[in-house]
């Protein structure tokens, strides 16, 4: 039995591991928020870190502590509980939103500006392209415990290098001569914050852990506290990472000025930042990295939730049917195009992501309060409460009367106005769940590490 990874094995994981996080929510939406931020860059990528980088580390750190499994995590709770969450987080992760953005993202940025203008030509290429990232998806996903020699080694490298190139065109000769867009964000800070939401890299990191396990494991360690170590330290890796990229993307769309012309998403700006940046060459290089950064995402994303699927079913549907089905699925929502995409997340990612980041902190504090159940159960349903009704609200059914009794609470009211509204009533639930343990110890439930 292996003690440990060599320094060469580790970074080959810890790149692996950044390029399975690196997919098209962390390239379109950083250059986003710096444009609409403007000078206050600095303080909406202080939010963005800490959702985008700092949520998905937590979260590698917490599924590495409860097995690696985010339905172990989920137990913690409710088995009941368990199931439904993970089915969403892997649905939301999976077929329904991150899959199919990271083809059309990879479309949108690599294929569409080099194609003729129109909605038609457009449709058909976006078909086409599909077809083939798809189908290349599959393939590699046939036998993931090849993705560390696949990525790690070879197209993480490259896929760096051209992304530094860009940044540091932007950095030494910055669209505007360094002059920052006009603001146009009241909240800069909240609005980083829930920006980081879009990246989906906290639900990710609560799905990548089976696939980082899995390679530590065909590597040889098969101590499960050795494996826990390997996982965070490829975590640590993995969003320093993206932590550089973050800042390099929003100061390109911060020092953007007015020099980009008016564009419907990220997508699009990215590429005119490019364009202004490198021109032709600009382009190409960035088509290059998305490809890459959106294939590795892919891959990883759809080769979890397969399996997740697969033993949800208790492998009665085999691993390469529903690969088929999910690559399938993935490239009907791929066609209706990134706008549309990026609509439907936000809903979704509302409700998920509070009750995420609350069962993360709990893991990783369960030696605190020994773990108790109702201590994990009092904070998720306090956390649930607010964050299903901002993902009704996201979703365009409001209920005002409610909205309105929870502002009036002490500091509710600026936390909603933020969304952030959820917080106070994790603490309270949290809060509650301890008294309820301290009261009834003979009917504690205790979760051990």
Not at 11 to 36: E, R
Not at 288 to 293: P, R, S, V, Y
Not at 314 to 319: A, D, I, V
Request: with cysteine; hydrophobic share 55%; aromatic share 8%.
């Amino acid at each position: 039995m292996k003690q440990g990874l060599s320094l060469k094995e580790l970074w080959a994981v810890g790149l692996m591991t950044f390029a399975l996080f690196m997919g098209a929510g962390n390239i379109i939406f950083p250059p986003t928020l710096g444009h609409d931020a403007g000078p206050a860059m600095w303080t909406a990528v202080l939010g963005f870190l800490i959702t985008g980088v700092g949520l998905p580390l937590l979260g590698v750190a917490a599924v590495a502590s409860a097995g690696g499994n985010v339905r172990l995590m989920g137990n913690r709770v409710n088995p009941v509980f368990s199931v439904i969450f993970s089915v969403l987080t892997y649905l939301a992760i999976g077929p329904l939103l991150a899959i199919p953005r990271t083809g059309a993202v990879a479309f949108e940025i690599g294929i569409a500006p080099f194609l003729p203008k129109g909605y038609t030509t457009s449709a058909i290429g976006l078909f086409v392209y599909s077809i083939v990232f798809f189908a290349l998806t599959f393939w590699l996903c046939l036998n993931p415990g090849k993705l560390v020699d696949r990525f790690g080694k070879i197209l993480t490298p490259i896929m760096i290098i051209l992304l530094v190139i860009l940044l540091i065109r932007g950095a030494l000769a910055p669209l505007a001569g360094g002059e920052f867009a006009p603001p146009t964000l009241e909240n800069p800070f909240s609005k980083g914050f829930l920006e980081g939401y879009n990246t989906m890299d906290t639900l990710a990191a609560l799905v990548f852990g089976i696939v980082i396990a899995s390679i530590v494991r065909e590597r040889g360690i098969t101590d499960k506290n050795m494996q826990a170590k390997i996982i965070i330290k490829s975590g640590i890796i993995a969003v320093t990472g993206l932590g550089l990229l973050y800042v390099g993307l929003t100061y390109l769309g911060a020092t953007s000025g007015h020099v980009v012309g008016p564009y419907e998403n990220g997508g699009q700006l990215i590429t005119l930042l490019a364009k202004q940046l490198l021109g032709d060459t600009g382009l190409i290089l960035l088509s290059l990295a998305i490809t890459f950064a959106c294939l590795t995402t892919a891959v990883g994303l759809v080769s979890s939730s397969s399996e997740f699927f697969s033993y949800l079913t208790g492998n009665r549907l085999s691993y390469r049917l529903v690969l088929s089905v999910l690559i399938l699925f993935s490239l009907v929502i791929t066609n209706f195009g990134l706008s549309t995409i990026l609509k439907i997340s936000v809903p979704l990612l509302v409700t998920l992501y509070p009750i995420a980041i609350v069962l993360i902190g709990l893991t990783l504090t369960n030696s605190l309060f020994q773990g108790h159940k109702a201590v994990y159960t009092g904070g998720v349903m306090g956390a649930a409460v607010i964050s299903i009704l901002d993902g009704l609200a996201a979703a365009g059914l409001k209920f005002p009367a409610v909205t309105e009794a929870l502002s009036q609470l002490p500091l509710m009211n600026g936390l909603m106005a933020q969304g952030l509204g959820w917080i106070i009533p994790a603490i309270i639930g949290i809060l509650v769940g301890g008294m309820i343990s301290a009261m009834a110890p003979s009917s504690r439930k205790t979760v051990t590490e």
